[in-house]
């Protein structure tokens, strides 16, 4: 399913959010919880749109889970084929089962929903398996591709968490989607709390397309 969210500044507003040097967060949840990383940031113009499908990869990463920590993904997922970072167009991700990360940093095909791993339909999962002496654990998380003002912004990591050798992890993506204004930091990045007053944009059901427009009195984004 594809979603849009339209974000409308008025021009005066939009001067003085850019004279502060700040940017457009947009983040998304995945489990339980508020988001614990930023999917997106946005540079805004008067006018913006924001399109994106309801596809995920899983990554892993050696990052720690800490505030500010940029994510550089180590491996991710290829449904149906083994595969490393290199490879050119890795995933969708499936839900309803889970993927092996091997010794050699590669994910193993995928696997249904079995007596190994039980997964729901709608969660994705892997076991991580490479040996503790070489990575005791490691970073896992959803990823998801964005056009942000028709500029691809591919595989960016909406999740993260740590994962030991030998566990497993399992991640459900929610479609809401979190917006606030700040400049502390660029996209792709972990925060473990949210620096600003965020406005939520329910998506899901029928809901595609949302419209919403920045109330600089009460700091919030609005139906526009």
């Not at 076991?127 to 002496?133: A, F, G, L, V």
């Not at 979190?178 to 972990?190: G, H, V």
């Amino acid at each position: 399913m594809k979603y849009s969210l339209s974000l409308t500044f008025d021009t005066d507003v939009l001067a003085n959010i850019k004279a502060a040097g700040q940017t457009v967060a947009i983040a998304k949840t995945v489990g339980t919880g508020t988001p614990n990383v930023l999917w997106l940031t946005v540079d805004p113009f008067q006018s913006n749109t924001i399109e994106w499908e309801e596809d995920y990869w899983i990554y892993a990463s050696t990052v720690d889970v800490s505030n500010g920590a940029s994510i550089n993904k180590l491996t991710e997922v290829n449904p149906g084929a083994a595969t490393k970072l290199t490879q050119v167009n890795p995933g969708p991700a499936l839900d309803g089962g889970y993927y092996d990360l091997n010794a050699n940093s590669i994910f193993s095909p995928f696997r249904k929903n079995n007596s190994v791993l039980s997964v729901a339909t709608g969660t994705y999962a892997a076991i991580n398996n490479m040996n503790y002496e070489d990575y005791p654990s490691l970073t896992f998380g959803l990823s998801q591709t964005a056009l942000v003002n028709q500029t691809l912004h591919e595989r960016k990591p909406i999740s993260a968490q740590t994962v030991l050798a030998k566990q497993s992890v399992h991640m459900t993506p929610f479609t809401e989607v979190y917006l606030w204004l700040q400049s502390e930091y660029k996209s792709q990045t972990i925060i473990t709390e949210i620096s600003g007053t965020t406005s939520v944009a329910q998506f899901g059901d029928s809901i595609t397309d949302i419209a919403v427009k920045y109330d600089p009195i009460h700091g919030l984004f609005g139906s526009a």
